[in-house]
């Protein structure tokens, strides 16, 4: 069963919540779990990512 995570109510993330999101996103890789994002990127996960100097936001994937 794929895991979804919706990120659009998030108001706000630091570095290590970022961190942690995206090693889920590998442990479910990994065992063949399937990572679903559903819904926008919130503006607050995009700076913070952009201000530690990710070139883009991890666990982006396609969705709109």
């Known amino acids: 069963e794929p895991i979804q995570i919706v990120l659009e109510g998030v108001t706000g993330l630091d570095v290590t919540g ?10 479910a890789q990994a065992r063949g779990v ?3 994002r559903s819904g926008r ?11 530690a100097g990710w070139e883009r ?8």
């Open 18 to 27: 970022l961190q942690l999101l995206t090693a889920a996103e590998r442990a």
């Open 34 to 36: 399937a990572w679903v």
């Open 41 to 51: 990127i919130p503006e607050a996960l995009r700076q913070t990512a952009e201000e």
């Open 57 to 64: 936001v991890p666990f982006a994937g396609d969705a709109a």
